[in-house]
């Protein structure tokens, strides 16, 4: 696709509910990369992927959050018995390659709300 | 954690003045970027400037880099309205990943 694709836009849960975030990135686009932002704040680091390895998950705040990538394309982040702090927009990018020599083209992320 | 920092945290301003923000950041970088992002969703990229460029320039933005005093400025020149929007910086700190800013929050008024 021409940009960088997240679904849902939205996601509404009950608190204890899994939820699954998808992003598909950029054709050809080797790396991918999760933060989220919670309301007024900055992006946090979750984790990011070179093809379908994740050299660095040290974003992930616990064990409920898991990220895969398959075909070195689609990222699925899982998020399991989520909690009210979780409410947070989750945003995805993509680059050409890992690194900082790149500039990032974002999706327009998920905004999930845990009630 | 946060490797750059924005100031001010938000600035209002008319529509034909300059806006100015800046960035510090911690560790030695590369490159820094600067990005958009309108109503708290995706963000685009702006510019990028390199560790051995002091000055770049991309239509009505500026920006400037000072690698002695680890801080960055974007400047935007004669702003409009649709400029309205929270402006990041980002670094990469010797990971394959950005670390961003905390934001500047920017009103334009018509």
């Known amino acids: 696709g021409a940009g960088v694709s997240q679904s849902p836009s939205n996601k509404v849960t009950e608190k204890g509910k899994d939820v699954e975030l998808r992003c598909d990135p950029i054709?050809?686009?080797?790396?991918l990369y999760w933060y989220r932002q919670s309301l007024g704040q900055g992006l946090e680091f979750l984790i990011y992927?070179?093809?379908?390895?994740?050299?660095?998950k040290s974003g992930l705040p616990s064990d409920r959050f898991s990220a895969e990538r398959t075909g070195g394309s689609v990222s699925t982040l899982t998020i399991q018995r989520t909690q009210q702090e979780d409410s947070a927009v989750y945003l995805c990018a993509s680059s050409l390659e890992s690194g900082y020599d790149y500039g990032y083209t974002f999706g327009s992320g998920t905004r999930l709300t845990v009630v | 954690s946060q490797q750059g920092e924005e100031d001010p945290q938000a600035l209002s301003i008319q529509e034909g003045e300059n806006a100015t923000m800046n960035c510090s950041y911690k560790t030695s970088i590369n490159n820094l970027q600067w990005y958009r992002q309108n109503s708290g969703r995706g963000l685009v990229h702006l510019i990028l400037i390199r560790s051995n460029e002091r000055e770049k320039h991309s239509g009505r933005l500026r920006v400037t880099l000072d690698t002695s005093k680890k801080s960055s400025s974007l400047l935007i020149t004669a702003s409009r309205a649709a400029d309205t929007a929270s402006y990041f910086c980002?670094?990469?700190?010797?990971?394959?990943?950005?670390?961003f800013g905390t934001g500047t929050r920017l009103q334009v008024f018509p």
């Open positions: 992927f070179q093809g379908n390895s994740a050299p660095d």
């Open positions: 980002a670094t990469g700190d010797n990971t394959d990943k950005l670390i």
């Open positions: 054709s050809g686009h080797t790396a």
